[in-house]
């Protein structure tokens, strides 16, 4: 009889309890390519060249925990000036899901940190970037102390388009310690989060960055119409987080790309997917 009542009462909150499907506490780097890449071929100029050194990239305790540290450094590499690290995960997840991230992220001059997600290669069924989609869950650049939560979809390079328009977060995050960096990314909508976790299913606190409907997304083909359904984000993306050092859009920005702060690095602690279990309504 307890167990009946038990059963109903999940039922009741059927529709929103997330399970988790990859918690990942950087025990090894089983769930990760290391990228190794020159920053030429990173779309924007990035001034690193990404290695899978163990300078660069990899596993220490901080504070007892395990974490995975991505390292920029000042270093003459293949005629790079900056080596770094970038890490994306050996399978794609999704579509759908709460992806969220718990770290510690650098600021400062020629910084330009991300967590984000890409479907694998950056080519999906809709095409190569940005048809492909991007879902930027966090970037920061230089010594601002604004992050950013962002999609890219709509043609191929260059017409791609972005949303929301105000990409920003409606506060001021604290760049100093570790939080978590999330998005919740669902047939019907995106929400970016910083700072909500999952309790008994449930995403809970933290702040709502922003809120994208599915109907601001689209993918197009390169006649420019557009796919049915809910291209581009409607296929698996890999994770990807890294530590660029320089490029377009940091260098945009005056002063930010000299003296550079380095070294620097990312303390990933955590990085947990979770997928919205169907109802039992549903099933
Ligand atoms: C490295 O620094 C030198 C001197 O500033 C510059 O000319 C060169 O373009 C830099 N190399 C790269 C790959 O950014």
Request: proline fraction near 6%; glycine fraction near 10%.
């Amino acid at each position: 009889m307890v167990a009946v009542l038990l059963v109903l009462a999940l039922i009741s909150i059927s529709g929103a309890t997330y399970i988790n499907v990859l918690n990942d506490n950087f025990q090894d780097l089983s769930n990760w390519m290391v990228n190794v890449m020159p920053g030429v071929n990173s779309g924007n100029n990035e001034w690193e060249y990404y290695t899978d050194s163990p300078n660069n990239v990899y596993i220490t305790k901080v504070n007892g925990q395990n974490a995975l540290i991505l390292k920029a450094l000042q270093q003459n590499y293949q005629g790079y000036n900056y080596t770094s690290g970038k890490v994306t995960s050996v399978r794609p997840w999704g579509p759908y899901g709460f992806f969220n991230v718990k770290a510690i992220v650098p600021k400062g001059n020629g910084l330009w940190p991300a967590i984000w997600l890409l479907p694998p290669n950056g080519q999906s069924i809709y095409g190569g970037w940005a048809a492909c989609g991007e879902i930027d869950i966090m970037e920061t650049i230089c010594t601002g102390t604004a992050g950013y939560s962002t999609l890219h979809f709509g043609g191929e390079w260059p017409n791609q388009v972005s949303a929301p328009s105000n990409n920003q977060y409606p506060f001021t995050a604290d760049w100093n310690n570790a939080h978590w960096y999330g998005v919740d990314w669902q047939p019907t909508y995106m929400n970016f989060w910083y700072d909500a976790q999952v309790v008994n299913g449930v995403i809970t606190g933290g702040k709502l960055i922003n809120s994208i409907p599915s109907s601001a997304w689209y993918a197009t083909n390169t006649n420019g119409q557009r796919y049915p359904g809910n291209a581009p984000f409607n296929v698996p993306f890999s994770i990807i987080l890294n530590v660029a050092v320089g490029g377009s859009w940091p260098c945009s920005v005056s002063g930010c790309c000299s003296n550079l702060a380095v070294p620097a690095q990312m303390t990933v602690f955590n990085v947990q997917v979770w997928e919205v279990a169907q109802s039992e309504d549903q099933l």
